[in-house]
């Protein structure tokens, strides 16, 4: 191979795009010449930087609103967005996925309303699609927070009064993952905390709710349709994560997560 | 080019409004994204949006779309010419050979110290300084995350070129990084 081919193929090579011939061809002339993998070097550092360095425009609000409003579809949930969020029913937005709502008529006849998630926590694979219903509904009414952050300290004192928890609400911003906001959810008629970070343009939608019997560690779940979900529980609560973002950088985020968790105070007497 | 300035004339069918919502929607940030990218961060990126918004809208067949997101892009960028009054670059193909010549060899800076001056907002800046035929597959392919078929459906290029344009697009921003002053040396890791 000539470094002129190999000098534009060190991007396809970057981008996941060179066959495995190409790729092998490659790599050999780059063992050989320094001048070529040095470009390589440069170029992944470059893309790194993009990637963890860059910040991504964000619609605001006032923005995302009037473009919502301009649209049939905007108007209907909208309203709802206008109203308190306590009153906002997700039910209304039954059609969410076919496979949720299999899924939860399924639980519901199956287990009753007295049924608690934990005990359905163990049907993995019905809160999977649980979890990413949520995350899509917040996504399309873009119902995504109801409370921007500022920082960390804007969001969770936010919750007072809202929950009968106290939600975890870590400052990751130095592991690359923002926050965003917070709002309240439901999940099988639980309200949850949702606490929304981001990567890169990909929205995370962390689930927290108090009932764990012990700590387990993370563990993946592919949610289908290209997004990803990890969930694990700590100290008494259970988290689930779910995003577009792809499963390394998702397990990613909750060790991160899990590393900036405050402990729960221990009550003095 | 007239613009949508209402799609009260749509009928609005119920099912056609949620399929919208659910394929379509979910795409509304990376498609300001790439409006703020192509407008230079300017005031316009949020007249683009609405007006390729709206097309959107009025194009969206309600079918199944297995790229809602490409799709949506394209219209986006074909929006961001139209507004401007200007035909889309894809008219300039770029050969292999041009691409090997445009690229000038490797920049004769240590590595280390190449990017280490780079911080976040000269990045931001000296990518808005690159040519539109450049930044818009610079943008598609890092923060949108396209694939090069993506690119190339969503800029009208071919594969061969989306890649020689990336190629370039890189070199010219490693270049503007290393003749930026040195920033503060912490700024990146």
């Known amino acids: 191979m000539q470094c002129s081919e190999a000098k534009l193929l060190i991007h396809a090579y970057l981008d996941n795009e060179l066959d495995a011939g190409d790729s092998v061809r490659l790599l050999r002339h780059l063992q050989t010449c320094a001048a070529c993998a040095s470009a390589l070097a440069q170029h992944t550092q470059l893309k790194d930087l993009l990637h963890n360095a860059t910040p991504q425009p964000a619609l605001p609000e006032v923005a995302r609103r009037r473009v919502l409003a301009a649209l049939p579809t905007g108007s209907s949930t909208h309203a709802a967005a206008a109203t308190s969020p306590s009153s906002r029913r997700p039910m209304q937005h039954w059609h969410a996925l076919p496979i949720a709502l299999a899924a939860s008529l399924l639980l519901l006849i199956g287990g009753g309303f007295g049924v608690t998630l934990q005990q359905r926590a163990s049907d993995t694979a019905a809160l999977t699609a649980d979890v990413l219903s949520g995350h899509l509904r917040s996504l399309q009414a873009q119902h995504l927070t109801d409370v921007t952050a500022g920082s960390q300290h804007t969001v969770k004192p936010w919750f007072d009064g809202k929950l009968e928890f106290v939600p975890q609400v870590p400052d990751l911003d130095a592991a690359g993952f923002p926050l965003a906001g917070g709002r309240l959810d439901v999940l099988h008629g639980r309200r949850v905390a949702a606490i929304v970070y981001h990567r890169r343009l990909h929205a995370i939608n962390l689930f927290e709710w108090p009932e764990a019997a012990s700590d387990a560690a993370p563990a993946s779940a592919d949610a289908g349709g290209g997004y990803h979900a990890v969930h694990w529980t700590q100290a008494g609560m259970t988290y689930w994560a779910v995003s577009s973002l792809n499963q390394a950088e998702l397990d990613t985020f909750a060790q991160a997560f899990r590393g900036a968790a405050v402990p729960p105070s221990i009550p003095t007497h | ?189």
């Open chain 2, 1 to 189: 080019m007239r613009t949508v300035s209402s799609v009260a004339e749509i009928r609005p069918d119920a099912a056609r409004c949620l399929r919208f919502e659910q394929q379509v929607l979910p795409h509304l940030d990376a498609a300001y994204a790439l409006a703020r990218w192509l407008t230079q961060g300017g005031a316009d990126a949020e007249d683009v949006l609405q007006e390729a918004m709206l097309r959107a809208y009025r194009y969206y067949g309600g079918g199944a779309h297995d790229n809602a997101r490409a799709w949506l892009l394209t219209i986006v960028r074909n929006t961001f010419y139209t507004l401007r009054g200007q035909e889309p670059v894809a008219a300039l193909q770029d050969t292999f050979d041009e691409a090997i010549h445009g690229a000038d060899g490797n920049v004769a800076t240590p590595e280390s110290q190449l990017l280490r001056g780079a911080d976040a907002q000269q990045l931001r800046q000296a990518i808005e300084q690159l040519p539109l035929e450049f930044r818009e597959v610079l943008v598609l392919r890092e923060f949108e995350e396209c694939s090069y078929k993506d690119i190339a459906e969503i800029t009208g290029l071919k594969m061969g070129t989306v890649m020689s344009r990336l190629a370039r697009a890189r070199e010219r921003l490693l270049h503007l990084c290393a003749d930026a002053p040195p920033g503060q040396p912490d700024a990146v890791q």
